[in-house]
């Protein structure tokens, strides 16, 4: 069965200070990558998704980027946190013919800037 | 363009109530419809899902139908437990890779 890893769980980070997060999935191949931002008010604010290695479609322009060194690995970067980049981050994945398919979500990281 | 509107709460019921929390969708063709759950500190977790009208999802006594003729996607259960309390996510998915649509969510909460 397929499982989708992220970590760590919680950080809480510096302002100004660089951001790696990573997210692994197992038991698919080229699924699609999904990163998602949760901030305090619950709505889900799609950040980045990528359909194969080194495809990287941004939603929203912002202090973050996203990459995608191996197919099943998905990693969001920024070389310089505001506190603005405070929130919840979800990893998600779904197959790549996505019609009637769900995604698959992570566990989450909850990131704190001070 | 795609959007997905349900009522933000809290909702809050006695244990045993029934819930209803209605979904309305806008979206061009004939999308996928979920239902998510989301614990405290969790990530999200896909509860039901409906594929094309006059599917009926469900899970864990929770139900859901989808209406196309009233664009509707409306989740209910019997009778709620403490254990329920949650926010609930609606969601649609028209076949673009990038991913689904979500409301805002609503936050469930279930007293004893």
């Known amino acids: 069965s397929q499982t989708i890893h992220q970590w760590p769980a919680t950080l809480v980070q510096p302002v100004g200070s660089p951001l790696s997060l990573e997210c692994t999935v197992e038991?698919?191949?080229?699924?699609?990558l999904y990163w998602y931002r949760q901030a305090a008010g619950r709505g889900l604010q799609l950040l980045f998704y990528s359909v194969g290695i080194g495809q990287i479609s941004s939603e929203v322009p912002q202090n973050l980027s996203a990459s995608r060194p191996q197919d099943r690995q998905f990693i969001l970067s920024s070389k310089k946190l505001l506190l603005s980049d405070s929130g919840f981050y979800l990893c998600?994945?779904?197959?790549?013919?996505?019609?009637?398919?769900?995604?698959?979500f992570g566990n989450g990281t909850r990131l704190t800037v001070t | 363009g795609n959007s997905v509107t349900q009522m933000e709460g809290p909702v809050t019921l006695s244990e045993e109530a029934f819930l209803t929390i209605n979904c309305t969708y806008t979206?061009?063709?004939?999308?996928?419809l979920f239902w998510y759950v989301q614990y405290p500190g969790e990530g999200l977790q896909l509860l039901l899902k409906?594929?094309?009208?006059?599917d009926k999802g469900s899970n864990k006594g929770f139900e859901a139908t989808y209406r196309k003729e009233t664009t509707s996607f409306h989740l209910e259960k019997g009778s709620v437990q403490v254990s329920d309390s949650a926010v609930y996510f609606c969601?649609?998915?028209?076949?673009?890779?990038?991913?689904?649509?979500f409301g805002k969510g609503t936050h469930l909460i279930i007293q004893p």
């Open positions: 998600a994945w779904g197959p790549p013919s996505s019609y009637n398919s769900p995604l698959h």
């Open positions: 979206a061009t063709g004939y999308p996928s």
């Open positions: 409906a594929t094309k009208a006059d």
């Open positions: 038991g698919t191949s080229n699924p699609n």
């Open positions: 969601a649609l998915n028209r076949g673009g890779a990038d991913g689904l649509t």
